[in-house]
């Protein structure tokens, strides 16, 4: 499974983005896909999760501002990100899991900064 992330860039505080991770295989098979970030300095640290069900989940810090999406037709996962503030630079990561595979995408920068 090979994921490749998109769409990231910069922003002024306040701003959004949409990113992107196109994935190799059927988005509908993988148990859950998630988005990471990792600031300047320090861990990678989990943003967003969006399970096969469809249900999500959010770090507390982008509860609100970000939402977590998918396009099954498209095998595509997204991360729209909203009232963008400089804490969320970082590059992005999405993550693909099932029992059997656990997959990374390569990562997009992400900077917020007037």
């Known amino acids: 499974v090979q994921l490749q992330a998109s769409g990231g860039g910069l922003v002024q505080p306040g701003g959004s983005l949409r990113l992107s991770c196109a994935t190799s295989?059927?988005?509908?098979?993988?148990?859950?896909m998630s988005w990471y970030r990792q600031a300047p300095g320090k861990e990678r640290a989990w943003v967003a999760t969006?399970?096969?069900?469809?249900?999500?989940k959010y770090a507390d810090s982008v509860e609100g501002r970000f939402t977590i999406s998918r396009d099954n037709s498209k095998n595509t996962l997204y991360l729209q990100l909203n009232s963008l503030q400089p804490e969320d630079t970082g590059v992005y990561y999405c993550k693909a899991w099932t029992s059997r595979v656990t997959a990374w995408g390569q990562g997009t920068q992400v900077t917020v900064s007037s």
């Open positions: 969006l399970y096969k069900s469809g249900d999500t």
């Open positions: 295989g059927r988005i509908s098979s993988f148990t859950y």
